[in-house]
Nanobody, 120 residues
Framework: QVRLVESGGGLVQAGGSLRLSCAAS????????MGWYRQAPGKQRELVAT???????NYADSVKGRFTISRDNAKNTVYLQMNSLKPEDTAVYYC??????????????WGQGTQVTVSS
């Protein structure tokens, strides 16, 4: 069974930093783009950052200059380094990956989410 498992969320004061990790496991033949999304209470899920298999990145305007997405293809893992955190960054953060798996072809997968809370 293919899974995405996030870790690294928590409670931090404004101005602080957190690093999220998301590891893909299972019978994975290939991974295309990976990314992070977030959903705050009462709001729609929004894109935070994405990274292609070749390393090209894309960021939401609200996190540019503060967040950095990276990936380790050998470990099937994507990271999100979050610096200068603000209370408005508080949300559940979800990992996403487009993966080629045995028997299912290319599909989008989501992690279970990890809570990030930034106190003022």
């Amino acid at each position: 069974q293919v899974r995405l498992v996030e870790s690294g969320g928590g409670l931090v004061q404004a101005g602080g930093s957190l690093r999220l990790s998301c590891a893909a496991s299972g019978t994975i033949l290939s991974i295309d783009a990976m990314g992070w999304y977030r959903q705050a209470p009462g709001k729609q899920r929004e894109l935070v950052a994405t990274i292609t298999s070749g390393g090209s990145t894309n960021y939401a305007d609200s996190v540019k200059g503060r967040f950095t997405i990276s990936r380790d293809n050998a470990k099937n893992t994507v990271y999100l380094q979050m610096n200068s955190l603000k209370p408005e960054d508080t949300a559940v953060y979800y990992c996403n990956a487009r993966m080629l798996t045995l028997g299912l072809g290319w599909s989008d997968y989501w992690g279970q989410g990890t809570q990030v809370t930034v106190s003022s």
